[in-house]
Structures are given as structure tokens and as C-alpha cells.
């Protein structure tokens, strides 16, 4: 299956929202000067708006893709690998968002308390525990590769943000600034639910 | 002298606890336990010296097998139950442990030794064959995840022995075996294996641990809670978690695992119901509690099994701690002369004081409050403005300089600008996982999820308080107040002791020096306290400093770099504790949660 550029570009946008060309070539695996020139005619063409070097989908533009969507992927949607990918990650969805919720907040006696990170031991019990999951995860993005290469994006930066939070540096793990283990985590199922055509639970 | 079985396997008889190096974290715990007399069921351990033999030649070590068979057969006599027999079936747990806890090590496996014949026999004993299933049924899931690697093949409900292991060889290529010998080969083989998993390795070689140091594996009997009426499981806290109040705290669920206290299925009976059922267990439980307090100098969360009347401990570790505990008992510890002032204000934490004190609604406001919507409080934390339905809008108005909250049906990372931009965050639908409870958090945004479908429809345009711990978003702006050190007890004589210490004073704006202070307030690179630290180097000739984010930690440091004497903030003991942990660059972490 081939899609056009001008596509992976729109939908890299829709999946990083505000983003600069870094960010969406960085997630579609585009170079940036093309994402770059793509961009500009996309602007030149309404369906995209700049502000202060950040670019966005126009509302046309979102309709487009959304047709995009059903005709574009309709044999990797019926491919049984991608499929299987797709559950495996779905299932491993709720341990991600259960660990993520331990992370920021540690259960007292049933209560919520925010974690202020000054316990270390309880920290890193839960990067071991993304680790574990992260080895499992590899196993469903090898499948979706298998139909899309471009999932081993994913793959490769989910083990690097990994590996910075196993070194220490623990914003890695859910800081939705940067590109953390839960950010490129909800990309990852936004882009899949697009492709899947299938709506987000929560 | 602890019991050898020959060069590798040790059974832990409570006369002495052996080498931390050799027997690993988890058996020393449990030996730990035995020597304060505390019973804890029995356990042999497989010594680091065995997984080291293994990975040096990539097989078992000559003997282990023999003297795996004797240690099993040690703990059959102790418990009085055979492995892989009836009437009365012994279930083993298998756990890695290394000398110091590392990642990727494995993970536990429960009940072992269970087949389609230990099953029944389990069936008869406790006169629960629902229970006997559902246990053969958490091995085999357990097995399959933790030893086989797998993915959840076995389901939830449904479904019968044959029938899940046909599913796990179909997910795994791999048959969990019947024979409970061959499943404890199984897993031993599996710890020994994950001392050279990516993580384990990745971690040794960051922190400069020997690759030839080895994990033990504790395999450790099973004991029941739902035998008889004389049984039962639950947990126990030292002193109360939430409060800090110096009474222990317990629930306590008769004929019950210790998987029905965690499910939420069933509700727990207070502590005192066990003091009416069995006095002399609750007895021992509460001195014990005692002494592992004293001995692991925190509060203990103790998990404990009762069976047929005899007490077993399982786990005891430094329990999690509400900000407000862990203040008060703090401050309890000193006067009770289990730690000493200095290593009472290393286990409280600047950010720990800081939601203490933070902002919170008036109580007389409250009092007459209007909610408008109410949902899980999913965020702590107060929020004031206009409500906006839309995450660009919420974005332009913010960029204007107007207060908003944005309000959706659900968010999802296309709501992150206007997230950010906004002070608080509610929605209709999700709970305390959703995308905007975990995007809110790490933004340290106050977010109320899941007000119902539909019910922030019509308010679009209103001025609204949204208050992320109650889960309320209340009509109009209503008065917030903050507390401050004064306010609590155990935080003012947390201050005093800390200003005593303090390698920078900290004073409070009301004092007659603080107007001596170079005010910082639109210093651009001053108000950020990634780069605080920068704008203090050119500040000269001052003695103290105020404003911008000089109570934060970075702020407190970029002071003491910058070599002031004082600084001015509000409230002061934050600042007092970042100064102290500065200054103790070395401090060991604020909360102990090493297991005893």
C-alpha cells in the first residue's frame, strides 16, 4: 500500500496536534525539509495554519483525512497480523493507563495522595513494571511493522524514553510536554484508532 | 544454624539469618521476620551461588535437582502437606531476589504445585471447589505471564483447566506442565534466566553491580485463609496512614485469600472484629506491629494470613503515606525516641508541605456553595474561571489574559494546548485513568472527570470553581483560602527545627528584614526556576532575595550558590526543607521502604 506524502504529513499533524515539521517528520519518519515544503503548500492551500512556527489542521483538512482513513487503509485494516497487533496493544491499554495512574498518585488506604517522587523505591518499581510491559508491547508493534513499517517509529522511541527513565530521569515517563513514554504511548493509540477507524473509549 | 541441603539450597528455620550476598532480599526479609519471632511460613532458598553456577555454564548446577526434592520434602514436613499430593496438597510461591532489588527480575509466581489431582484434594480440604478452581486457574495465568512470557491467554471467567492450557500451548508454543516438580523447574530456570534479561543487565552495568553477583529464589509454602472459620487474611497498619494518628489500623476478611481484601468484591470487617473472633491472634498481630515499627523505625503495612487459628505474616514494608501523616508522625517519631530530629525532617519533602499548605476553598464559601456539576476529583488542586467547551478557544482566551476552564466530553492529546493553557480541567465521561486525569496530573492541573454525559452542557460562558480533590465545580468565584505552618502543630515544630538547621534563613514577608531583600518580581529569567539559578550569579551586593521562584527547590539552591543569607517566602517551610536538602546533598531517601 502506498500513501501519499502530502497524507503522512496530515496525518502526523493530526496526531501531534500543535507540532512543529520536527515533531511530525520525527513521527511519521518523513525528512524534515519535505515535511517542511509539504507543509507550506498545505498552507498555501488553506488546510493547514501556522502560528509562531507551530502548524495545525484547518477543520476541512480534518474532514479530508477522515476520508482519507476509509479508503486509504481498508486492506491493512483486514490484514489478520495488523488486526492481532491492534489487540494485543488494546489489551496492553489498560495495564499502561493503571501503571500511569500509580505513577502520579499512590494509593493511601484507598485515597489518592499526588506522588511527589520523593520515594524512590516506589518509583522505580513502577519503571520496572513499564519495562516488563514495554517488552510485551514490542512483540504488538513487530506485528503492526510487519504491515507498516512505520510502527517501528514507535517502537524505537517508546525504548528510548524508556531507557531515560530507567537512567533516572523520570519526567520520561508521563510528562506531556515532551515526547515521555506516555505521550508517544497516546499518539501511538491515536494513530492506530484513526487507521482502525474506531473511536476512544475515554 | 540454618538448614543446608547440600551446596546450593538452605531452609530458613529462623536460628540465624545467613548472608544477605547469598540468600537475597526476599528470604533475608523473611528471616528478618523470624528474628523479631514472628511466624512466617516456611521457606527454603535457592543461594545466589546456584544462579551464578548457571550462568557461568548456561545449565543447572550438578545437584540442584536433588537438593530442590530435599528442601521440598522439608517444607512438606513442616507444613504437614505433600507436593503435587493429597488429602492435604502443598501450593509453593516461587520469587526472585537479588542482594540489592533491581529490575527486570522475575516476577512472582502463587500456587504452585497445582494440577487437575491437587485441585480436587484442595477441593475437599477447604469444602470449596470454586475456590480450588480459581486457584488452579491464577497459576496458570501467573505461569504463563511470568514464566512463558505471554499475554493474558488464560480468560477472566469461563472455561476449565484443559481448556486453558490448550490456550496458553496455542499462544506459547509452550506446555505448562502437570507434574509440580517439572512447574518448579520451570520456574527456578525462569529466575535464573532473568538475572541476564535487558533490564537487569542495563541496570547492573548503570549502577556498577557485578554481573556474577546472581539472584536467590525463595520458594516459600502457601498457606490459606479460607480453610475454616478460623481463618482468614488482611492487612494492618502500624498507625493510621491518612491521618498519622498513633493507632494502628486494620481490616480483617474471614474464610478469605488475600486476593479477595485486594478485589473490592467483598468488604472487610474493622480489626476489632478479629479481636472478638480470635483474641489471641489479634493480640500477637498488634505487638507485632509494634515491633516492626520499632525495629523498621516507619510505619508498617502488614499483609497477614490467619490459618486454622495459627498466625502467619507475609509482608511487612514501610507503608505510603498521606502528606498530612507523614508530617505528624514525623514529629511523633522524635518524641517517641525513634529517630531523631535531623532524620525526621529528611522524611518530609518540600512538595509534601506545599500541598499541605496549598490554596483550598473557604469553608464558609463552601458553605453555601451551588454545584453545578460534580464527577470524580481526579486532580488536586483549585481552579477558577470561565468555563469553555473548546480546547482552541479555551487557548485564544487564555492568550488574552483571561482565567478559564475547559470543559469536554473527554479530552485527547488534540485538548493539550487548551489544557495547558487553562486552570482547570473537567469532563463528562472517563474515570481517575482517563486521558485527562493523566494529562491533568502531570500538569499539575486541578481536573474533575467524569460529571456525567451531558452534564457540562448550558454552562459554557460561566465563571466557575472547580475543585480537583473534591470532584466539584461549584457556580461563580468563590474565596480561597491557604493555610499556613501556624495552622498545623506537627508543621510548626517542623519549622522551628528546621530554621535551627537551615544553612539559609527563611523569612516570612512580614518580617522587618524581608523589606531589605532585592525584590526579583519581573525578572524574567528569575520567575523560571530552571534558570533562577543563572539570574542570581548577577545579583550583587545583596544579602537576602524575594519573588520570582525563589521558594522554589531550584531557587533555595541558586541562593545558597549565590551565597544570600536570607530569603522571603510564604510559607516558609518548603523552602526551610529544600535548604536542609541542599545542604545534605547525601540525605537517603525520605521514606524508608526497604521490607523487614
Known amino acids: 500500500m502506498t500513501v501519499s506524502e502530502t497524507h503522512l504529513v496530515m496525518h502526523g499533524l493530526a496526531i501531534k496536534k500543535h507540532a512543529t515539521p520536527e515533531a511530525v ?3 511519521v519518519g518523513l525528512d524534515v525539509e519535505d515535511v517542511r515544503a509539504a507543509l507550506g503548500k498545505l498552507v498555501e492551500a488553506k488546510r493547514v495554519v501556522e502560528a509562531h512556527g507551530k502548524y495545525l489542521l484547518a477543520p476541512a483538512a480534518r474532514m479530508a483525512l477522515d476520508a482519507d482513513y476509509s479508503c486509504l487503509y481498508e486492506d491493512v485494516r483486514a490484514h489478520p497480523d495488523f488486526a492481532a497487533g491492534y489487540e494485543a496493544f488494546e489489551r496492553l491499554n489498560g495495564g499502561l493507563k493503571r501503571l500511569i495512574t500509580e505513577w502520579q498518585t499512590i494509593d493511601v488506604r484507598g485515597e489518592g495522595v499526588p506522588n511527589d517522587h520523593s520515594n524512590k523505591a516506589y518509583d522505580d518499581r513502577i519503571i520496572d513494571r513499564l519495562g516488563d510491559l514495554h517488552e510485551r508491547a514490542e512483540g ?28 533516572g530521569a523520570i519526567e520520561w515517563v508521563s510528562d506531556a510536554r515532551i515526547e515521555s513514554y506516555h505521550t508517544l504511548w497516546f499518539e501511538l493509540h491515536e494513530d492506530l484508532l484513526r487507521l482502525m477507524r474506531r473511536e476512544r473509549e475515554e | 544454624m540454618t538448614i543446608r541441603f547440600g551446596e546450593w539450597t538452605i531452609g530458613l528455620n529462623g536460628d540465624g539469618a545467613p ?6 532480599g526476599k528470604a533475608w526479609s523473611v528471616a528478618r521476620m523470624q528474628a523479631l519471632s514472628l511466624n512466617v511460613p516456611s521457606a527454603v532458598v535457592i543461594t545466589t551461588q546456584a ?38 496438597p502443598l501450593l509453593v510461591s516461587v520469587r526472585s531476589g537479588a542482594p540489592v532489588s533491581m529490575p527486570g527480575m522475575m516476577d512472582t509466581v502463587l500456587n504452585l504445585g497445582i494440577n487437575d489431582e491437587t485441585e480436587a484434594a484442595l477441593a475437599e480440604e477447604c469444602g470449596d471447589p470454586l475456590f480450588a478452581r480459581n486457584t488452579h486457574r491464577r497459576f496458570l495465568d501467573l505461569y504463563a505471564h511470568i514464566v512463558l512470557k505471554a499475554d493474558s491467554p488464560v480468560p477472566g471467567n469461563g472455561g476449565d483447566p484443559a481448556k486453558w492450557r490448550e490456550a496458553i500451548r496455542a499462544t506459547t508454543g509452550i506446555e505448562v506442565p502437570h507434574e509440580p516438580k517439572a512447574q518448579l523447574h520451570g520456574a527456578v530456570r525462569a529466575v535464573f534466566e532473568s538475572w541476564n534479561s535487558r533490564r537487569a543487565r542495563r541496570y547492573r552495568q548503570h549502577h556498577d553491580i557485578p554481573d556474577d553477583l546472581g539472584t536467590a529464589v525463595t520458594i516459600q509454602a502457601m498457606v490459606f485463609g479460607n480453610l475454616d472459620a478460623r481463618s482468614g487474611t488482611g492487612v494492618l497498619f502500624s498507625r493510621n496512614p491518612l491521618t498519622g494518628a498513633p493507632a494502628p489500623y486494620g481490616e480483617y476478611l474471614p474464610r478469605a485469600q488475600g486476593e479477595d481484601v485486594v478485589s473490592g468484591k467483598f468488604t472487610p470487617k474493622p480489626l476489632s472484629a478479629l479481636a472478638h473472633e480470635l483474641p489471641a491472634a489479634h493480640a500477637s498481630l498488634l505487638a507485632a506491629a509494634q515491633t516492626l515499627e520499632r525495629a523498621g523505625r516507619d510505619v508498617q503495612d502488614i499483609e497477614f494470613t490467619i490459618e486454622r487459628g495459627q498466625l502467619f505474616f507475609l ?24 529517630v531523631d530530629e535531623d532524620a525526621a525532617l529528611r522524611r518530609i519533602t518540600p512538595d509534601q508541605v506545599r500541598i499541605l499548605l496549598a490554596p483550598h476553598i473557604s469553608p464558609s464559601a463552601l458553605h453555601s456553595a451551588h454545584a453545578l456539576a460534580s464527577g470524580e476529583g481526579a486532580s488536586p488542586g483549585v481552579g477558577i474561571g470561565a468555563l469553555v467547551r473548546d480546547s482552541d478557544e479555551a487557548e485564544r482566551r487564555a492568550q488574552a489574559g483571561e482565567a ?20 482547570a480541567v473537567v469532563t463528562e465521561l472517563g474515570g481517575s485513568t482517563s486521558h485527562a486525569a493523566v494529562v491533568g496530573r502531570a500538569l499539575g492541573l486541578p481536573c474533575v472527570v467524569g460529571c456525567g454525559k451531558g452534564a457540562l452542557e448550558g454552562l459554557a460562558g460561566r465563571t466557575v470553581t472547580v475543585d480537583g480533590r473534591t470532584g466539584k465545580v461549584y457556580d461563580g468565584a468563590l474565596a480561597i483560602e491557604s493555610s499556613d505552618e501556624s495552622d498545623h502543630e506537627s508543621l510548626a515544630t517542623l519549622s522551628a527545627w528546621a530554621a535551627s538547621r537551615s544553612p539559609l534563613r527563611v523569612l516570612p514577608p512580614s518580617a522587618p528584614e524581608a523589606q531589605d531583600a532585592v525584590d526579583l518580581t519581573g525578572n524574567v529569567a528569575a520567575a523560571d526556576p530552571t534558570t533562577i539559578g543563572e539570574a542570581l550569579k548577577l545579583i550583587k551586593g545583596a544579602r537576602g532575595a524575594r519573588g520570582g521562584a525563589i521558594a522554589s527547590d531550584e531557587g533555595v539552591r541558586g541562593a545558597l550558590a549565590a551565597g544570600l543569607e536570607f530569603i522571603v517566602a510564604d510559607p516558609v517551610l518548603p523552602p526551610l526543607l529544600a535548604a536542609l536538602r541542599s545542604q545534605d546533598a547525601t540525605a537517603p531517601p525520605s521514606v524508608v521502604t526497604e521490607r523487614i
Open chain 1, 25 to 27: 517528520a520525527g513521527i
Open chain 2, 19 to 24: 548472608d544477605r550476598e547469598l540468600i537475597g
Open chain 2, 404 to 423: 478559564v476552564i475547559l470543559a469536554r466530553p473527554t479530552t485527547s492529546p488534540d485538548d493539550l494546548h487548551g489544557m495547558i493553557a487553562s486552570r
Open chain 2, 51 to 88: 544462579c551464578a553456577a548457571f550462568t557461568a555454564g548456561q545449565a543447572t548446577p550438578a545437584g540442584l535437582d536433588e537438593e530442590i526434592a530435599a528442601g521440598v520434602a522439608w517444607l512438606e514436613e513442616r507444613t504437614g502437606r505433600r507436593f503435587g499430593a493429597g488429602p492435604r
Open chain 2, 315 to 338: 509482608q511487612s514494608r514501610a507503608a505510603n503515606l498521606s502528606p498530612h501523616a507523614a508530617a505528624r508522625i514525623a514529629v511523633d517519631f522524635v518524641r517517641e525516641g525513634l
Open chain 1, 140 to 167: 504488538a508493534l513487530d506485528r503492526l511493522a510487519c504491515v507498516l513499517p512505520r510502527f517501528s517509529i514507535y517502537r524505537e522511541k517508546l525504548g528510548m524514553a524508556l531507557e531515560k527513565a530507567e537512567d
